[in-house]
């Protein structure tokens, strides 16, 4: 069974860090770009940073640039996104997917993270 799982979420002070693992079983990570998406309550899904299969290209949304770094070790069949500087607005369930390209088509998802970000 092919499968994305999430993890390293939690709760967190505004200004610090966390890192969100993506962990693939069933596939073979390294054929995918795969993208973090977040949603927060009452918000729509959106996407925040994305990375190609080889990892030579990534992208990030303009209110995570800067702070937030998405990596991959395709040897591990894992993707990474590096958290830090985390404000409240930052809080959401994250998500990963598994794209043939970055804002392509979502062929896997995982079944998300909490981040919560509060004092």
């Known amino acids: 069974q092919s499968q994305l799982v999430e993890s390293g979420g939690g709760l967190v002070q505004p200004g610090g860090s966390l890192r969100l693992s993506c962990a693939a079983s069933g596939f073979t990570l390294d054929t995918y770009a795969i993208g973090w998406f977040r949603q927060a309550p009452g918000k729509e899904r959106e996407g925040v940073s994305c990375i190609s299969r080889s990892g030579g290209s990534t992208d990030y949304a303009n209110s995570v640039k800067g702070r937030f770094t998405i990596s991959r070790d395709n040897a591990k069949n894992t993707v990474y996104l590096q958290m830090n500087s985390l404000k409240p607005e930052d809080t959401a369930v994250y998500y990963c997917?598994?794209?043939?390209?970055?804002?392509?088509?979502?062929?896997?998802w995982g079944q998300g993270t909490q981040v919560t970000v509060s004092s």
């Open positions: 997917a598994a794209q043939y390209v970055c804002f392509g088509y979502q062929v896997y």
